[in-house]
T-cell receptor, first 114, second 113 residues
């Protein structure tokens, strides 16, 4: 059982480049989220989705886009990378009623923007 | 609005000693409370959760936490830690009809030999 799979694990981008972080889950979870983790700041929600075709912004959405065309996939797009987006990115998924079940996290993507 | 505070950024403790990691929350509505563990270079893993009922919650790897409504706390404890417990621990709160979590800033537990 793969759970939540994130690719790539590491990425270095130049300022202004764009890229897509991939996230896929095989648990048929409705809820999916993207978080970024920065030292001393915990995890901050970027975007989330409550089902295919439905997405919404979290607390730090600027500079990022998402889409959810299938239940399984929830890619995160960086439109024009900036050094402030250097971070570790986590994708997470949950059953319906995520606030009761808790999240399953991927292993993360470590992104450096130079 | 909800918030979570983990006052201790780092907690060093000797192997086989007990440990308590502190978590305080604020919320105007009923909450669900969670502890997650993050081992180096990995994602977060759910340790335990409090939804309702008994205020003492047992989780994986011998950890337990106690919900204290009057103190708005949800401290994580383990009576005897091992080297393998070295990790970062995150408290999280959700509730009020939203599925979004609020995470604390994390406590880095370092178990010393």
């Amino acid at each position: 059982n793969a759970g939540v799979t994130q690719t790539p694990k590491f990425q270095v981008l130049k300022t202004g480049q764009s890229m897509t972080l991939q996230c896929a889950q095989d648990m048929n979870h409705e809820y999916m989220s993207w978080y970024r983790q920065d030292p001393g700041m915990g995890l901050r929600l970027i975007h989330y989705s409550v089902g295919a075709g439905i997405t919404d912004q979290g607390e730090v959405p600027n500079g990022y886009n998402v889409s959810r065309s299938t239940t399984e996939d929830f890619p995160l797009r960086l439109l024009s990378a900036a050094p402030s987006q250097t971070s570790v990115y986590f994708c997470a998924s949950s059953q319906q009623g995520a606030n009761r079940y808790g999240y399953t996290f991927g292993s993360g993507t470590r992104l450096t923007v130079v | 609005a909800q918030s979570v505070t983990q006052l201790d950024s780092q907690v060093p403790v000797f192997e086989e000693a007990p440990v308590e990691l502190r978590c305080n929350y604020s919320s105007s509505v009923s909450v669900y409370l969670f502890w997650y563990v993050q081992y180096p270079n990995q994602g977060l893993q759910l340790l335990l959760k409090y939804l309702s009922g008994s205020t003492l919650v047992k989780g994986i790897n011998g950890f337990e936490a106690e919900f204290n409504k009057s103190q708005t706390s949800f401290h994580l404890r383990k009576p005897s830690v091992h080297i393998s417990d070295t990790a970062e621990y995150f408290c999280a709160v959700s509730g009020g009809g939203t599925y979004k979590y609020i995470f604390g800033t994390g406590t880095r537990l370092k178990v010393l030999a």
